[in-house]
Nanobody, 117 residues
Framework: QVQLVESGGGLVQAGGSLQLSCETRGIIFSDYNVGWYRQAPGKQRELVAQIVGLSHTNYADSVKGRATLFRDSYKNTVILELNSLKPDDTALYYC???????????WGQGTQVTVSS
C-alpha cells in the first residue's frame, strides 16, 4: 500500500526549530520527487522543499537558509529541519511524492505547525 506517514510538528516559539519526518511506504523512492508543501489558512498550498532526482534539493525562497531537507535512505524517510521559525511559518505541512512518469501526486495526511510570537 502506497502511503506517506508524517510525524513532527506542533507548537513552537518564534526563533525555535522543528523537524518533520515523512516515511514513504510502497514506493520506489528514485521514481518520485519527494518533499514538503504547506498551506496556511486562506492561502494556496506552496512548496517548501523537495528532493529532485535523489541528488538535487529545491527550497522555497521563504525558507532558504533556514531549512534543510535530507533523506534517510535506510528508513525510506525524508526529514525537513526548519530553523529560526517565524509566525509566517504557521501552516498545515504535507508530505508529497510526485511521480517522474506521470506527475501523479501522493499526499500525506498533513501535520500542523504553529509558531507563536
Amino acid at each position: 500500500q502506497v502511503q506517506l506517514v508524517e510525524s513532527g510538528g506542533g507548537l513552537v516559539q518564534a526563533g525555535g526549530s522543528l523537524q518533520l519526518s515523512c516515511e514513504t511506504r510502497g514506493i520506489i523512492f528514485s521514481d518520485y520527487n519527494v518533499g514538503w508543501y504547506r498551506q496556511a489558512p486562506g492561502k494556496q498550498r506552496e512548496l517548501v522543499a523537495q528532493i529532485v532526482g535523489l541528488s538535487h534539493t529545491n527550497y522555497a525562497d521563504s525558507v532558504k537558509g533556514r531549512a534543510t531537507l535530507f533523506r534517510d535512505s535506510y528508513k525510506n524517510t525524508v526529514i525537513l529541519e526548519l530553523n529560526s521559525l517565524k509566525p509566517d511559518d504557521t501552516a498545515l505541512y504535507y508530505c508529497n511524492a510526485r511521480s517522474h512518469f506521470d506527475s501523479r501526486d501522493i499526499w500525506g495526511q498533513g501535520t500542523q505547525v504553529t509558531v507563536s510570537s
